[in-house]
């Protein structure tokens, strides 16, 4: 989840600009949140993803020989 386009219930400002302690409380809990592939980019999850597919195909041909 991204703080983009939250708003706050304290201030009803904005959560990305920080503007009242409950917003940065809010922003600072939401960029620690991310988990360890939340940096990755789309494209290296898809090319992650693909790698994974050819390896588990790899061995399930290498078992039926």
């Known amino acids: ?3 983009d386009r939250l708003v706050c219930a304290n201030c009803a400002g904005p959560v ?3 503007r ?6 809010s922003r600072e809990r939401l960029q620690q949140e ?6 990755l980019s789309p494209v290296a999850l ?6 994974l ?9 290498h078992q039926t020989a």
Request: aromatic share 4%; net charge positive.
């Open 1 to 3: 989840m991204t703080y």
């Open 16 to 18: 990305s600009e920080g």
């Open 20 to 25: 009242c302690r409950v917003c940065r409380a």
């Open 34 to 39: 991310g988990g360890p592939l939340s940096g």
């Open 46 to 51: 898809l090319s992650m993803l693909l790698l």
């Open 53 to 61: 597919l050819a390896a588990v195909a790899l061995v399930a041909t």
